[in-house]
């Protein structure tokens, strides 16, 4: 079987499969830009959230820093003078900002991240676990027994201890880092918080190590030089980093708070160190009272850090959140506006021209009876302009072929107007019409012995007016003139043109006189009537000459009436023209008429 020829797609269902496509192109298109909106909030979110994380962990190094100080304290105390209520403190302290850095990493949306931390915080726990109890055990014994190497070897632990919290707090960091790819200031930020506490706890080893010396009240130790010299290159290191970022921070708190650090812990901090172990030496807890307010300005740079960190993330958590609703209202409005585009174009343009069509098909329908032309295509062939376009064809065609048959009808009626006696111009009898009626008249006016009187108007200079105006503005002038004699006369009085510019009436029962009476108002009439003409500013005026006869005079011929009414408007038109004029004949009948008073017989 061999395929048709294809059919074109009607525009409303083009219009539909382009809605569909472009819902089809644009939804996954939308979707997408939703989506990936959604995955920068998510990872705004989750890294505001290891913020948290990694804050509870900086605090927990510093709380375990500071567990050194009272610790120190007791295990250079003699027994007797024993109060733990210090260390217990640091203790407590210590055990929170632990509780509190393991509840804040079971929220670590990582798996490995949170496993790695809950693993290490439990590490630390067991380690600082053993070494207090090392330590309590040490303090329980009277002074004279207690071994004398001890307390440096515990001190190295809770070094350990710190050592553990500082690489938890790095592991964090990191962690950090690649939940915040997007977020660079973020990464930055917690890197220097991470050095920061760093340096804090390098401060605080220094501190333990001159206060252990301080405690035995000897010169430090060959090994505590070297690890004195050792923190003391780490802490310069840091501050090179830290004050590279002097000059990256465009903070002014940041820049304040690595100011005092500079001052209060590079400066007057190591310079008391320094002295302390040169110059006369002072008691351990002497020295912690002056030299821990040293290092607290390290513990406000980290603070600093963090809090600019967590308002980057919030600003950029907000950021993201509000960049997510507009881009899903965007992608929303978008679609809403070429569905709202389409279904105006189906309404205003499709619909109406469906509706044009069918109204067409109706007015050019081939009627009944007559037979369909099959060279032309149907409507489900083509969409609807094209079928617009054929059907205003065809009505183009109808109309002329209509005006054709009209211009054929209007010759056709003229025809047969002339044939059945209407002038086509005035619309008054013709001559032949009234020639015929007025026989009938003259016929019955001789049967009965009625006068009959005949008029005979014609347009004075006539000719002019065709000259000066044209042919139509002397075919008004006529038609003006046929409207008064229609105006003017009875309907039993007959009338009509019966020549270029000349019009005939017969008047039955009508004596001479009344018939002269008759003509001077019609000749009056005619002279006032103004005939408006477009493009005349002015309108025209014309006159008619109007000859009389009457039968008493001429009998009831119409061959001798008719000459004797055109021999009385020659006469007019030689007196001067725009007058009635009666011939001699029937002056002469009526004059003896009236002098008789009597009725003419009938002939
Ligand atoms: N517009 C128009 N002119 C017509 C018609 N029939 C005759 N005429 C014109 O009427 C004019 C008659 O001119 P004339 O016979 O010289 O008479 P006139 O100019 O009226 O002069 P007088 O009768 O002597 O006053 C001619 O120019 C004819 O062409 C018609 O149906 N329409």
């Not at 009875?490 to 039955?508: H, K, Q, T, Y």
């Amino acid at each position: 079987m061999q395929a048709g020829p294809k059919k074109p797609m009607s525009l409303s269902n083009t219009l539909g499969a382009m809605g569909v496509v472009i819902i089809a192109l644009s939804l996954p298109a939308g979707w997408y830009l939703v989506y990936s909106k959604n995955l920068e909030r998510s990872s705004a979110a989750a890294a505001a959230e290891t913020l948290e994380v990694v804050d509870s962990a900086l605090h927990m190094v510093e709380a375990v820093a500071r567990e050194r100080g009272p610790s120190n304290a007791a295990m250079g105390t003699r027994e007797a003078a024993l109060d733990r209520t210090a260390l217990d403190t640091a203790r407590e302290r210590s055990d929170r900002a632990l509780a509190h850095a393991r509840q804040a990493a079971s929220t670590l949306r990582d798996p490995s991240l949170r496993d790695s931390t809950q693993a290490a915080l439990s590490a630390l726990q067991a380690h600082l676990s053993q070494t207090r109890q090392r330590m309590d055990d040490h303090l329980g014994k009277a002074t004279a027994l207690r071994e004398a190497t001890l307390p440096n070897q515990l001190i190295q632990e809770m070094f350990v201890a710190a050592d553990m919290a500082s690489q938890l707090s790095r592991g964090l960091a990191v962690g950090t880092n690649s939940v915040s790819d997007h977020h660079q200031s973020l990464r930055t930020l917690v890197t220097r918080a991470t050095i920061a506490a760093a340096l804090r706890d390098y401060a605080g080893r220094m501190g333990s190590v001159v206060s252990m010396a301080l405690i035995r009240g000897t010169p430090l130790t060959a090994e505590e030089q070297r690890m004195l010299s050792r923190i003391h290159g780490r802490s310069e290191e840091m501050r090179r980093h830290l004050d590279l970022n002097i000059l990256l921070s465009t903070d002014a708190a940041t820049q304040q708070a690595l100011a005092r650090v500079d001052q209060r812990f590079f400066k007057d901090g190591l310079n008391y160190v320094e002295r302390t172990q040169q110059v006369a030496p002072v008691s351990a807890s002497a020295f912690a009272e002056r030299y821990v307010p040293m290092i607290e300005p390290i513990v406000d740079l980290r603070n600093q850090y963090m809090r600019t960190a967590r308002d980057a993330a919030a600003t950029s958590l907000e950021r993201s959140q509000q960049a997510q609703i507009g881009w899903t209202l965007l992608s929303l409005a978008q679609n809403l506006l070429v569905l709202t585009l389409l279904w105006m174009v189906k309404r205003r343009v499709l619909k109406p021209l469906s509706q044009a069509a069918e109204s067409l098909r109706r007015i050019t329908s081939t009627p009944a009876g007559e037979e369909e032309d099959n060279s032309k295509s149907t409507s489900a062939d083509q969409d609807e302009v094209s079928r617009l376009t054929e059907l205003v064809g065809s009505l183009v065609e109808q109309s002329q072929a209509r005006l054709q048959l009209e211009a054929r009808q209007e010759k056709q009626l003229l025809e047969l107007r002339t044939l059945v006696g209407v002038d086509p111009l005035t619309g008054l009898e013709n001559r032949r019409s009234v020639e015929l009626r007025a026989k009938a008249l003259l016929a019955e006016g001789k049967r009965h012995g009625f006068e009959v009187c005949a008029l005979v108007l014609d347009v004075d200079h006539f000719k002019l007016v065709n000259d000066r105006y044209g042919h139509p503005v002397g075919d008004e002038a006529l038609r003006t003139l046929a409207s008064v004699l229609q105006l003017s006369l009875r309907c039993e009085d007959i009338s009509g043109r019966v020549g270029g510019e000349e019009f005939m009436v017969l008047l039955g029962y009508c004596p001479l006189n009344h018939a002269l009476d008759k003509a001077e108002m019609l000749r009056r009439r005619v002279e006032l009537r103004p005939i408006h003409i477009k493009g005349l500013d002015e309108p025209l005026f014309i006159t008619v000459s109007v000859g009389v006869a009457s039968t008493n005079a001429h009998g009831h011929q119409w061959d001798s009436l008719t000459s004797a009414a055109d021999r009385a408007l020659y006469q007019a038109k030689r007196e001067g023209r725009n007058r009635v004029v009666a011939d001699d004949a029937s002056n002469s009948a009526a004059g003896a008429l009236s002098s008789d008073s009597l009725v003419s017989p009938p002939n």
